[in-house]
């Protein structure tokens, strides 16, 4: 497959602090890749560099082969990624239906956005909560409803971090269907997680980060044989 994402040589920094060194992976269209890492390894900070939302960058970011890294955030949006922040970012004071109806459709997208039918199907919990305000949704509510808003303006490019933290186990299972169901529509999603059941039965490959680096890529395949380095780098 071809590479809906590619990055080399990508270094970012938080105002004097350099954070990614030289940090270089491909992400096939139609793919689910993962960066796993303890909290500081860059997995964040890389998703925030390949929007443009670091102090500076350097390096290479293609997007379907088209160099993005001198484009501000709202035209590398425009070119259909969808962000998901750890942070949630959903407008506590309009009801959940208020929040999917609020983003604006890419128009440069192909495909469309999704409906609120089709994003009440794969949400039924939000689709239950329509009518109730952002700020009186449960945390997994919330975070599903954060995942829905990027897929209503019809990005097919997903940069999704860390949305199974503090979960319970019921709304992870959810997440994970949803993902699958994702993949099976042919969506891109480039993960941040530390979560590394969660993620194993629906990635096809892992970049395992430290201090800003990518020290190694295991594919699906190769889990088992390299179940030791996961879990090193994952701490367990």
């Not at 796993?36 to 379907?64: C, D, F, K, W, Y």
């Not at 309009?94 to 128009?107: G, I, Q, S, W």
């Not at 997680?193 to 629906?202: A, G, S, T």
Request: proline letters at 4%; hydrophobic letters at 40%.
């Amino acid at each position: 497959m071809s590479p809906a994402l590619e990055i080399n040589a990508l270094n970012a920094w938080y105002g004097a602090t350099h954070i990614l060194r030289d940090v270089s992976f491909n992400v096939p269209t139609g793919s689910v890749v993962t960066l796993l890492g303890r909290n500081g390894a860059g997995r964040s900070t890389t998703l925030r560099a390949i929007l443009g939302m670091t102090s500076r960058r350097s390096g290479s970011v293609r997007i379907h082969g088209r160099e993005i890294i001198q484009l501000p955030t709202y035209k590398i949006a425009h070119m259909g990624v969808g962000y998901c922040p750890e942070e949630r970012g959903i407008f506590g004071s309009l009801t959940c239906e208020e929040n999917l109806l609020l983003p604006p459709a890419v128009d440069q997208v192909a495909g469309g956005s999704m409906s609120l039918a089709e994003i009440y199907s794969l949400f039924p919990n939000l689709a239950a909560r329509r009518d109730t305000p952002g700020n009186r949704l449960s945390g997994g509510e919330q975070q599903m409803l954060a995942i829905a808003r990027i897929l209503r303006t019809g990005a097919h490019l997903l940069l999704l971090d860390e949305i199974s933290e503090g979960l319970a186990p019921v709304i992870v299972e959810t997440l994970g269907r949803m993902l699958h169901e994702l993949k099976a529509r042919g969506y891109t999603i480039l993960l941040a997680e530390q979560n590394f059941d969660f993620v194993e039965p629906v990635s096809d490959f892992f970049y395992l980060m430290e201090h800003g680096v990518i020290i190694d890529c295991v594919a699906a395949s190769g889990v088992q044989q390299n179940r030791h380095a996961l879990e090193r780098v994952m701490g367990v």
